[in-house]
């Protein structure tokens, strides 16, 4: 049986040979791990990739590649807020839409035919006649989500809990103080003792920190999952 990536490819080989491109076979290969990816992906991420499966091409080798593929409908390029230029599949009779996580770039697709309906009535409703849109939803994944539920401030873990420092707020300076205490977003620290009320008393590595509630209130820990496994 033809798999659907090998038609893209013949098509793409005609076009190409059409118009007389040089280098087809290394086009080929371009378009073929391409075609591999599911992924939303970069220019960077598309020329480490070809390095992955062996073929060591020059970025703007590549970068023309994949815009050819754009021009000639194999390829969509796309550019969420706050994001690099991404490129994705183009099928031929197939749409859908995004959902983009603003907190760690996850992008997941969707189709819903309820909303492109809305979409034609309401470009109709004011005469036009619709010819593309962009539907982008921003917000958290469920991942980010529920580790967002999952923060408390470092002073209300419990002693013997492992926490790992996630964010830190309250501005620069307090970053700048913490940092030179050592401690940093995505380091894990022991709660030795924590009684309330003054300082609370950290292991860190192989240090024992005390630090204030002011500064504990805004330092934001999420549970060593890890550690509520064992
Ligand atoms: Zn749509
Ligand atoms: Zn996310
Ligand atoms: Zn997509």
Redesign the pocket.
């Known amino acids: 049986m033809t798999h659907p990536n090998d038609l893209e490819k013949a098509n793409f080989k005609a076009l190409i040979e059409e118009d007389g491109t040089d280098r087809i076979q290394e086009r080929l290969d371009i378009i073929d791990v391409f075609l591999g990816t599911e992924a939303h992906i970069t220019l960077e991420e598309m020329v480490h990739l070809l390095k992955e499966k062996g073929y060591a091409f020059d970025p703007v080798f590549v970068a023309q590649c994949m815009n050819r593929m754009v021009e000639l409908g194999f390829a969509r390029k796309k550019q969420f807020d706050g994001q690099p230029i991404r490129y994705e599949h183009r099928h031929l009779g197939r749409h859908h839409d995004h959902l983009v ?1 603003t ?2 770039g ?1 992008i997941v697709e969707f189709s819903d035919e309820h909303i492109e309906r809305c979409q034609l009535t309401v470009a109709a409703r004011y005469g036009f006649h619709m010819l593309q849109h962009r539907m982008e939803i921003y917000g ?2 469920s ?2 989500l529920s580790r967002r539920q999952r923060l408390m401030p470092l002073a209300a873990a419990k002693p013997g809990e492992r926490v790992i420092i996630r964010e830190v707020s309250g501005g620069r300076t307090r970053r700048a103080r913490l940092a030179a205490l050592g401690l940093r977003p995505g380091d894990t620290i022991e709660v030795i003792a924590n009684s309330g009320q003054g300082r609370i008393i950290l292991g860190h590595g192989h240090t024992r920190l005390a630090i204030g509630r002011g500064v504990a209130q805004v330092i934001m820990v999420a549970l060593d999952q890890e550690n509520v496994r064992s």
């Open positions: 996580c907190k760690c996850k958290l994944c991942d980010c």
